[in-house]
Nanobody, 127 residues
Framework: QAQLVESGGGLVQAGGSLSLSCAAS????????MGWFRQAPGKGREFVAV????????RYADSVKGRFTISRDNAKNTVYLQMNSLKPEDTAVYYC????????????????????WGQGTQVTVSS
């Protein structure tokens, strides 16, 4: 499994922006895709965004589409999440996900499709 380290969380007012980074290192089961999930108190981890390493195709949850952008730097084995126009409902712990289970994205994308996880970074959006 890959070791994933997130950074960039914090506190921001509604309408503001934050950028998250996730660096992957170590053994990986799969390098096909990496993504971001988030988890609010009392809720399960929900899909936010995913990117395919080769080609860079992306897909987003409807709740963040048009506001968030996922990108990657292959040379640095790093994935990013640029979050703009943040809303209070975006408040959650954001987790970087790696080691996608197979080749080709299968929808609906679930947290169990990824085998490596970062420790999470808190994003809090005040109203």
């Amino acid at each position: 499994q890959a070791q994933l380290v997130e950074s960039g969380g914090g506190l921001v007012q509604a309408g503001g922006s934050l950028s998250l980074s996730c660096a992957a290192s170590g053994r990986t089961f799969s390098s096909y895709a990496m993504g971001w999930f988030r988890q609010a108190p009392g809720k399960g981890r929900e899909f936010v965004a995913v990117i395919v390493w080769s080609g860079g195709s992306t897909r987003y949850a409807d709740s963040v589409k048009g506001r968030f952008t996922i990108s990657r730097d292959n040379a640095k084995n790093t994935v990013y999440l640029q979050m703009n126009s943040l809303k209070p409902e975006d408040t959650a712990v954001y987790y970087c996900a790696g080691d996608y289970r197979t080749y080709g994205l299968v929808w609906p994308l679930k947290s169990t499709d990824f085998r490596s996880w970062g420790q999470g970074t808190q994003v809090t959006v005040s109203s």
